[in-house]
């Protein structure tokens, strides 16, 4: 199976920062966009950022103007600044990779817990 490799994830205080950074296998080809998505309990996963091999990014609300996600296509990663985190930041997050034609591949989680 594809493996994404997942790092970053800690215990944070509220208003502070960290980054997630996730690396696609090599073997992938084709990769359309990679991003990070995440899960609370009892709620559905959803999109905090990606972004597109073309350099296209795409935001949650909930964390618009506190983060900033970035990729390397050759290297094949993606890397999510959190700054200013707030205690509903909390959850599981997900690396995504969604490559040609429909693949999506998605990593194992690290958990995020913002402290007050």
């Known amino acids: 199976q594809v493996q994404l490799v997942e790092s970053g994830g800690g215990l944070v205080q509220a208003g502070g920062s960290l980054t997630l950074s996730c690396a696609a296998p090599?073997?992938?080809?084709?990769?359309?966009?990679m991003g990070w998505y995440r899960q609370a309990p009892g709620k559905q996963r959803e999109l905090v950022a990606e972004i597109t091999s073309g350099g296209i990014t795409n935001y949650a609300d909930s964390v618009k103007g506190r983060c900033t996600i970035s990729g390397d296509n050759a290297r094949k990663t993606v890397n999510l600044q959190m700054n200013s985190l707030k205690l509903e930041d909390t959850a599981v997050y997900y690396c995504?990779?969604?490559?040609?034609?429909?693949?999506?591949?998605w990593g194992q989680g690290t958990q995020v817990t913002v402290s007050s």
């Open positions: 090599k073997n992938i080809f084709g990769i359309a966009a």
């Open positions: 995504k990779v969604r490559a040609f034609p429909r693949n999506d591949y």
